[in-house]
Every structure is written in C-alpha cells, then in structure tokens.
C-alpha cells in the first residue's frame, strides 16, 4: 500500500516533521489542526473563528485526498479553557449533526497561548 503525505506548508509541519495528512487506503488521518490559517500563517482571534478556521483547513486537506468531512469517523477536541468546550462542541454541530463521529474532546494547554482550539480528525475514503 502506498502512503501519502499532505503538506499545507505550514512551518510547524516542517519544525516537528510531520505531515497536515497522511493516506493510508482507505484511511486518512489529519493532524491536530489549529486555526490558523496557513496560507498566511495568520491567527484569528476568538475561539468562534479559530474553530471554523480548523473546519476549512481540515475540509480542504480532506478534499486534497479525495475525501470530506463526510467521511469523518472520528474526531478529537483539545480546547485551551473549559470556557470553550460549549462554544466548540456547537459550532462542530453545525459540521457533524448529520455525521455524528465518534468524538473526544479534552482542555488542555496548547503550543501557543493565543491558539484557542485544535482539531483532529480520521476519515474513512467511502
């Protein structure tokens, strides 16, 4: 089976050697996604913005291998307050209500202290 990888060109990606994806047919496993947006390598601020920040990343790497947000099976939350677990899991509804993966969802700190959210999905290429 061949493997592939998904860059976004983030620098984290390329500091801790790691891939935005990988490709394992028929899975695909996005990495721990933050708001930024990596085209600008800009943060928004608000933990409203990072989380549809981390969606539109993490839909355009899923597009990217031939997969969707549709295909999500499971996803894990790590959120930097316990303050933003209602606001996450809501916004997440908007995305999943009709997918219903199985989820997680953990307060943590996170890399930077203005990241909000991180988000990680595996999906399964239907």
């Known amino acids: 089976m061949t493997r592939r990888h998904i860059s976004t060109g983030s ?22 996604t933050t708001g930024y947006d990596y085209t600008k390598m800009v943060l928004p601020e608000g933990v409203t913005a990072q989380t549809h920040q981390c969606f539109n990343t993490i839909s355009a790497v899923l597009n990217q291998c031939g997969s969707s947000l549709q295909d999500v099976v499971r996803v894990n939350y790590v959120v930097s307050s316990r303050d933003y677990v209602e606001e996450v899991l809501e916004i997440a509804g908007q995305y999943f209500a009709g997918i219903r993966p199985a989820a997680m969802i ?6 930077e202290e203005a990241m909000l959210v991180e988000i990680e999905v595996t999906a399964v290429k239907r």
Do not use: H, N, T
């Open 11 to 32: 620098p984290f990606e390329l500091k801790g050697g790691y891939s935005r994806a990988v490709v394992q047919e028929p899975w695909v496993f996005v990495s721990g």
């Open 106 to 111: 953990i307060v943590a700190g996170l890399l």
